[in-house]
């Protein structure tokens, strides 16, 4: 099992900054990527930013150049460095950790932090 906690997520302006943090615990091995997803209201969950298993890190087109994904040497801690932030920006983001178990990948999920942007 992993258990993941996001937190960092809040009220901020347009053009403002915030770092989103992902707290792991449990068994963190076998780990094949990490990666921050978002929620918007009435749109579906989206990719925003991943890092796999030898450090390489995806974006979605809308955040590039903006968003940063970190994490620490022993995946305890992800981060989500957010710069330049958009009105449409504004969702909930999770976290998520995929795993290799019982022969196959596992998704475990945060409970998600809200972000919003304000103009």
């Known amino acids: 099992q992993v258990q993941l906690v996001e937190s960092g997520g809040g009220l901020v302006q347009v053009g403002e900054s915030l770092r989103l943090s992902c707290l792991a615990s449990g068994r963190l091995i076998d780990i094949n990527g990490v990666g921050w997803y978002r929620q918007a209201p009435g749109k579906e969950r989206e990719l925003v930013a991943r890092?796999?298993?030898?450090?390489?890190?995806t974006y979605a087109d809308s955040v590039k150049g903006r968003f940063t994904i970190s994490r620490d040497s022993a995946w305890n801690t992800v981060h989500l460095q957010m710069n330049n932030l958009k009105s449409q920006d504004t969702a909930v983001y999770y976290c998520?950790?995929?795993?290799?178990?019982?022969?196959?990948?596992?998704?475990?999920w945060g409970r998600g932090t809200q972000v919003t942007v304000s103009s």
């Open positions: 890092l796999d298993g030898g450090d390489t890190t």
């Open positions: 998520n950790f995929e795993v290799w178990r019982y022969g196959g990948l596992l998704d475990y």
